[in-house]
């Protein structure tokens, strides 16, 4: 069976001959992995960039400290631009996507 569109052939019974061929591959590595995690033990704590975590949470300001500190400078100068103003946020977006559009289409 093939389906014509306008770009090409499109084979659904390929397409679902690959997703079950993948499905398989994972079903057999998941099948061959390894039965060594026990809960409520260590091994439920969490474990962030090498080190143990206290509490259950963990921020962003302390997932990405190091990207933060390496780049202060600049998250510095856009923390001055942050107002926490909604109204703001989409003129930026509007703003940048019109940009992008009169790239794309120059």
Known sequence: MRLWTGE????????V???????LLALVLWARSRRQYKKGTEQDLPFVSGEKVEGA??????????????LKPLVE???????GFVGDYVTWFVAM???VL???LL
């Open 8 to 15: 090409g052939a499109w084979t659904p019974v390929v397409w």
């Open 17 to 23: 001959a690959a997703a079950l061929a993948t499905a």
């Open 57 to 70: 949470h963990v921020g962003g300001q302390h997932l990405y400290w190091g990207f933060v500190e390496g």
């Open 77 to 83: 100068r856009l923390r001055a631009w942050h107002t």
């Open 97 to 99: 996507l019109a940009v």
């Open 102 to 104: 009169l790239i794309v």
